[in-house]
């Protein structure tokens, strides 16, 4: 790594690649490329864009994404995760470091790793908090044999990174398991707020449950946790589902887990809509209006 600085690869370059190149970009890294499998298609125009405003060059494939990289950052959707990591394993060379931060099972990421094999410096990455605004410094669990190297590079950037063990999952698994509540609670405002709406109760409620919890602004969180969902819910769907695979291999059936993954992704597909994405920067009664049209519409 010339001057100590790595040349860094994003295998996906969605919301999270983005923003974690855009902030490394500005701590000083420069050498960055990425791969998406939207280049191609008019889908990816978009991600093009992002790329070359941040001064990431997008590549024409994976292996060409991948060549002289020193970290492969792998933010691709959950499904995908294993795919992404078998498109570029003929093309490694010089053992990289493959961070894997998809929001997936301690079993897939332990998959993953299996795959690539001693081509690549697997380290199970966890992202623990909203990617935004805080990017690249945004903290994050390492896990796996090479995590304790993995954190000395990238926290000479600025990352807040922490090793959560030295076993590959270790991250993974506190990620999944606090997922239970995070997305959880996401599915649950929306069914209890749509409700409210319905019934006419939604400051009663909101002021009512301030009584429970104090520390907690539900003002702020109704409109953020609905927006949250409308333009993630399929993903967190399917982060959901890999919560469920984590649950049941810990002996946990995942009743509450399987209910959000319905939400989320029903709140994904609503969230889709013009009349509901034309709102979500407004405040909650427009937000939760347009929710309740469209769920109606769905019935």
């Given at each position: 790594m010339p001057d100590s600085k790595p040349a860094l690869c994003f295998i996906g370059f969605g919301e999270a690649g983005q923003a974690i190149a855009a902030?490394?970009?500005e701590a000083g890294i420069e050498r960055m490329t990425a791969w998406d499998i939207l280049f191609p298609q008019a889908a990816g125009e978009r991600l093009?864009?992002?790329?070359?405003a941040i001064g990431v060059d997008c590549a024409a494939s994976a292996a060409q994404a991948i060549a002289g990289a020193d970290v492969i950052v792998c933010a691709v959707t959950a499904a995908s995760s294993v795919e992404a990591a078998r498109s570029v394993k003929p093309h490694l060379a010089g053992r990289p470091f493959f961070l894997d931060i998809n929001s997936v099972s301690p079993a897939r990421k332990q998959e993953t790793a299996k795959l690539l094999g001693e081509d690549a410096r697997y380290v199970d990455v966890a992202v623990i908090a909203a990617i935004h605004p805080a990017r690249h410094q945004t903290p994050m669990l390492l896990a796996g044999?090479?995590?304790?190297?993995?954190?000395?590079?990238?926290?000479?950037?600025?990352m807040r990174v922490s090793v959560a063990g030295t076993e590959i999952g270790a991250a993974a698994a506190i990620k999944m398991v606090r997922s239970v509540m995070l997305k959880g609670?996401?599915?649950?405002?929306?069914?209890?707020?749509?409700?409210?709406?319905?019934?006419?109760?939604?400051?009663?409620?909101a002021a009512s449950l301030k009584n429970n919890y104090?520390?907690?602004?539900?003002?702020?969180?109704?409109?953020?946790?609905?927006?949250?969902?409308?333009v993630h819910g399929e993903r967190r769907a399917a982060e959901m589902e890999e919560v469920a695979d984590t649950l049941r291999e810990l002996g946990v059936e995942p009743l509450m887990t399987a209910a959000t993954v319905k939400?989320?992704?029903?709140?994904?597909?609503i969230g889709a809509?013009?009349?509901?994405?034309?709102?979500?920067?407004?405040?909650?009664?427009?937000?939760l209006n347009a929710i309740s049209a469209a769920a109606r519409d769905r019935h």
């Open positions: 902030g490394l970009r093009r864009r992002a790329g070359e044999a090479h995590a304790e190297a993995a954190m000395a590079i990238l926290a000479a950037f600025g609670m996401e599915a649950l405002t929306l069914e209890c707020f749509l409700a409210a709406a319905r019934a006419g109760v939604v400051e009663e409620v104090p520390g907690l602004d539900w003002g702020k969180a109704i409109a953020y946790n609905l927006e949250r969902m409308a939400r989320q992704r029903e709140m994904g597909e809509q013009q009349p509901v994405r034309g709102v979500l920067k407004q405040d909650r009664a427009a937000m």
